[in-house]
């Protein structure tokens, strides 16, 4: 079976997509908080383990994976509560040099076309571009370049050209990597308020009164002594999990959506038989069953992902997501 949603990560090379991956994929593997991750192939279950220990054992450069080459991998994953299948979704892992081809170059012809095909966009932007605040235009723009930002901008407005209705507003999560590289410059509250300012100032497009974008801001990291020393500070993972939790937990959305619709037009079809004189009921009664029916089918299945829903949710609480520049709560 396909998977469910689609998941893809911008992000020039270097940025921390692959060790994002594999660290998500190694901590949710264990179980967190009752979510588990697990890959459809075993062969990749093994490779992608392989790379996680050497990063975890290892010391020096070596501890690292290799810069991903020009053949992209694609992985499956089941994510589970217990023992319960809750969505699967695919992940493409390829360089980041792609993003910054030219339009004719296969690589980037992939990216685009996968970028269509995605229920959620995670925008990658490492600490390290964070560690000091922005203060002038020049800079800010500096950033925007060096992080790739004004790049992603390209493909976001591709992205929102074929965007459906359903889709609407779209998921997107802005996963600061190597946020062990900025953590110093945000102690206490002012401080983490004013580089999510920062943040916000680079990707302004996302934050402007509208409902296309519902937008998470998340921090992650691979572990705080890495800040100091990233070839022998120890492995200790901080919030992978957050943004792969919103954006199943948006496309959960998108689906109760979908049949909730069903819902009320079952409804209204109903209605309409039931409401029909003595005469007209007389031959209308197994399209009445039929339709009573159907609409306890679609009532069930919406339940169903509701159920599904509250559970991602109770993770999201203290998520920071925000609608027009909005900060939201999530709700189910
Ligand atoms: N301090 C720190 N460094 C990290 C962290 N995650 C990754 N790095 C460093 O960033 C480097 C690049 O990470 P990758 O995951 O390979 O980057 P990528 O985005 O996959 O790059 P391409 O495959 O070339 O597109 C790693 O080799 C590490 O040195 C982190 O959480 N903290
Ligand atoms: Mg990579």
Not at 163 to 187: G, H, M, W
């Amino acid at each position: 079976m396909a998977a469910e949603a689609k998941i893809t990560m911008l992000g020039l090379s270097g940025a921390g997509k692959t060790c994002y991956m594999l660290g998500l994929y190694a901590t949710m593997q264990l179980g967190l908080q009752g979510f588990t991750l697990a890959t459809t192939d075993m062969d990749e279950d093994l490779r992608l383990t392989s790379l996680w220990e050497k990063m975890v054992d290892e010391e020096g450069e070596d501890r690292w994976p290799p810069p991903t080459g020009s053949e992209p991998y694609q992985y499956e994953f089941d994510f589970s509560y217990g023992m319960r299948p809750l969505i699967s979704f695919d992940w493409l892992d390829y360089r980041g040099g792609a993003m910054q081809s030219t339009s004719t170059q296969e690589d980037y012809k992939i990216l685009l076309n996968r970028l269509r095909e995605s229920s959620c966009v995670f925008l990658c932007v490492s600490g390290e571009y964070l560690r000091e605040e922005i203060s002038s235009d020049t800079q800010l723009g500096l950033i925007k370049r060096k992080a790739g930002i004004s790049r992603m901008n390209i493909f976001l407005t591709d992205l929102t050209k074929n965007l459906k209705d359903s889709q609407r507003p779209f998921p997107i999560v802005i996963v600061i990597t190597k946020y062990d590289q900025c953590a110093e410059r945000a102690q206490d509250k002012i401080s983490r308020e004013k580089l999510f300012d920062d943040i916000k100032k680079m990707f302004n497009t996302l934050f402007t009164p509208s409902k296309d974008w519902l937008v998470m801001l998340c921090p992650v990291s691979l572990g705080k002594e890495l800040g100091k020393d990233s070839l022998t500070g120890k492995i200790d993972p901080k919030n992978l999990h957050l943004p792969l939790v919103f954006a199943l937990y948006a496309k959960l959305r998108e689906y109760a959506m979908t049949e909730q619709e069903k819902v009320n037009e079952a409804k209204i079809r109903l209605d309409t038989l039931r409401n029909g004189n003595w005469f007209q009921r007389l031959f209308t009664g197994d399209d009445q069953r039929a339709a009573e029916s159907s609409l306890g089918n679609y009532q069930n299945q919406l339940q169903e992902i509701q159920q599904r829903m509250a559970l991602l949710a109770q993770e999201l609480t203290n998520a920071q997501i925000f609608l027009g520049g909005k900060e939201q709560q999530v709700d189910v």
